[in-house]
């Protein structure tokens, strides 16, 4: 987790970065390390975890992270959950949950990390939270104090979809 939390700093740091921070590890060796790249790559699926995921499976030459954990300073949104599942990660350790942070990236979501792993069609993925909770946290409460700029479409507010 300090290795994400590293990760994290430098995504701050980064024009175009974002503060928070995923390794991928195998066999207790780091495969990657990186942060959030969204408006880096303009792209909105590169959160530090999918960024994670396409440079390990780079890495590895392989499609499948099986027996891999990965790290991430934040409990991961429902997208990065769906992506460790197809990608098959074996164990998500995280630092910062949703009721650390709400305010910065989880005011108008409901749905919850342990949620998809619970309904989804893998029951051997091990999810761990609140590892170092209080640094993974601060990067987001500097955020919340000191925004920097418009929110991105999944950060504004939503309403109920009416079907």
């Known amino acids: ?8 700093s430098l995504g701050a740091q980064t ?19 990186t942060f959030n790249q969204g408006n880096m790559q303009n792209d909105p699926t590169a959160h530090a975890e999918i960024v994670a995921i396409r ?8 499609m499948t992270l099986e027996e891999c954990t990965l790290y ?8 990065c959950t769906m992506a460790c599942l197809w990608a098959g990660v074996s164990r998500i350790v995280y630092g910062a949950g949703r009721g650390d942070v709400n305010a ?3 005011e108008t979501r409901h749905a ?3 949620d998809f792993i619970r309904d989804a069609f893998r029951n051997d993925l091990q999810v761990e939270g609140g590892v170092l909770n209080d640094e ?15 929110l ?6 939503t309403k109920r979809p009416s079907f």
Do not use: W
């Not at 024009?15 to 390390?33: R, T």
């Not at 991430?72 to 997208?79: E, F, K, V, Y």
């Open 152 to 157: 991105d479409p999944a950060h504004k507010p």
């Open 15 to 33: 024009p175009g970065g974002a503060e928070v921070g995923a390794v991928l590890v195998k066999g207790g060796n780091v495969v990657c390390g």
């Open 104 to 106: 910065v990236y989880f």
């Open 1 to 8: 987790m300090r290795i994400a939390l590293e990760q994290a």
């Open 112 to 114: 919850n990390t342990v």
């Open 72 to 79: 991430c300073t934040l409990q991961p949104c429902g997208m």
């Open 136 to 150: 993974c946290a601060a990067l987001y409460q500097a955020k919340a104090e000191k925004p920097d700029g418009p």
């Open 55 to 62: 440079k390990g499976c780079e890495e590895l030459q392989s």
